[in-house]
């Protein structure tokens, strides 16, 4: 019956025109009809009006009514769902880089209280443990903004030549390929059939077969009475233990060591490091390599970037004063403009020199993020430099066999299937 209502749902998205689509409900609706039938909101505002107290779910209807009422045409299979969290970005960037132009002190309390929202909202939906891609948005939406800037308002002063253009250029291409390809896939740790099904799992036979035969044979379970030796007993209690805190009940699947669970995407992940919110996608051992490769080119862009900035609009002064001091810059606006975002871009650029430095250092050490906050919590590794520096020794093989370890990642390795210990 599933089956056969999904293929009647697909035949449906197949039939809808560019503007059709079906809503939450599983009706056939239209864009342009988004705002009719609002019961809900209707029932929202009459209470409002009315003063009367609010229903509890009623703001939270609301917010599903109209996340799943805005939509953009497509082409193929009806019109497409827009995320909500994709437009403040879009919105609220270049709104505050063009205030922050018009005076320093704007400025400065622009580019103070920016970071502070985002880290706000960052602890806010980390919280509550939900994909969010305000951070995705922000991200690609901060690198486009900035390269446009610079080709209308850096490049047609004279003082950026076409090489240097171009090799600006290059670096966004490049960095946009790599986080391409960072996003493709972690490692997602795909469940066994024959481990969901195993004894190690639920210490039963597979459905669908007589668990008093094996092949002809019975299954005799092993029990105390019939071991020999009762450190036999001690190992196998051991293993259970070990198979029962590895078994992952929400992916169905036995975790090999150094896999984990996120609980934001949902899935197990190979040598899980972090969920990292500026790419929407977890960083495991598919992707970690690619990770590093994106930072380490977007930050060559950036502050390769801001330096043809900066003697752009400061010819006068030295690189590294003249972010502090920069006489005459808000004289102009298109000046003041660039001087801000070349702030913006040095703020983003500490933030990810900060988080590519923790990253080199975990390699070092054969340790990732994901372990380091469990053996600092637990207070079973050493830390140094302000916690900077973590050292589990569990994994660590030297500097270099670390880095060679970590290099010779395979994109994909299938875990081993857990042993049966009957």
Not at 151 to 160: A, C, M, N, Q, Y
Not at 201 to 222: E, H, K
Request: charge should be positive; hydrophobic fraction near 40%.
């Amino acid at each position: 019956m599933k089956r056969q209502a999904k293929k009647v749902q697909e035949e449906e998205a197949a039939a809808l025109c560019c503007c059709e689509y079906m809503n939450r409900h599983g009706q056939r609706s239209h864009v342009a009809a988004c705002c009719c039938d609002c019961e809900d909101l209707d029932d929202a505002c009459d209470r409002f009006l009315k003063r009367e107290p609010q229903k509890p779910e009623s703001l939270s209807q609301v917010a599903a009514v109209v996340t799943d009422r805005i939509r953009v045409p497509w082409l193929w299979g009806g019109a497409r769902k827009v995320d909500l969290s994709i437009i403040p970005p879009l919105v609220l960037l270049p709104a505050l880089l063009h205030l922050a132009a018009f005076h320093f002190l704007i400025g400065m309390v622009v580019l103070t209280a920016l970071p502070g929202l985002v880290l706000w909202y960052y602890y806010f939906t980390h919280r509550k443990k939900g994909q969010t891609l305000f951070f995705l948005s922000l991200a690609l939406f901060s690198l486009a903004y900035m390269y446009y800037l610079f080709i209308t308002e850096v490049f047609p002063r004279g003082d950026v030549g076409l090489l240097q253009l171009a090799l600006v250029s290059v670096g966004v291409v490049l960095t946009l390929l790599a986080l391409f390809h960072t996003k493709r896939d972690p490692g997602i740790l795909r469940p066994n059939e024959e481990s969901i099904h195993s004894k190690v799992a639920y210490y039963s036979s597979p459905t669908g077969r007589n668990p008093s035969l094996n092949g002809g044979r019975q299954d005799v379970m092993m029990t105390v009475a019939n071991r020999a030796v009762a450190s036999e007993q001690q190992v196998e209690e051991e293993m259970k233990e070990s198979n029962r805190k590895n078994w992952c009940q929400a992916c169905r699947a036995v975790r090999p060591p150094r896999a984990g669970h996120c609980r934001i995407c949902g899935v197990c992940v190979l040598r899980l490091d972090h969920h990292c919110v500026w790419i929407n996608s977890c960083v495991g051992q598919a992707n970690h390599r690619s990770f590093l490769l994106t930072l380490v080119l977007f930050l060559l862009t950036s502050l390769y970037g801001i330096s043809l900035v900066l003697q752009s609009v400061c010819p006068q002064q030295n690189l590294l004063f003249a972010l502090l001091y920069c006489p005459g810059v808000y004289n102009q606006y298109s000046t003041a403009l660039c001087f801000t975002c070349a702030w913006y871009s040095s703020i983003v650029t500490g933030g990810l020199l900060h988080l590519l430095a923790i990253q080199l250092i975990n390699v070092s050490y054969n340790v990732t993020e994901r372990e380091a906050r469990l053996a600092l919590r637990e207070k079973t590794a050493r830390s140094a430099c302000w916690g900077l520096v973590v050292d589990t020794g569990v994994y660590s093989r030297g500097f270099c066999g670390n880095w060679s370890e970590f290099m010779s990642m395979g994109d994909k390795v299938i875990p081993p299937s857990p042993t049966d210990l009957v």
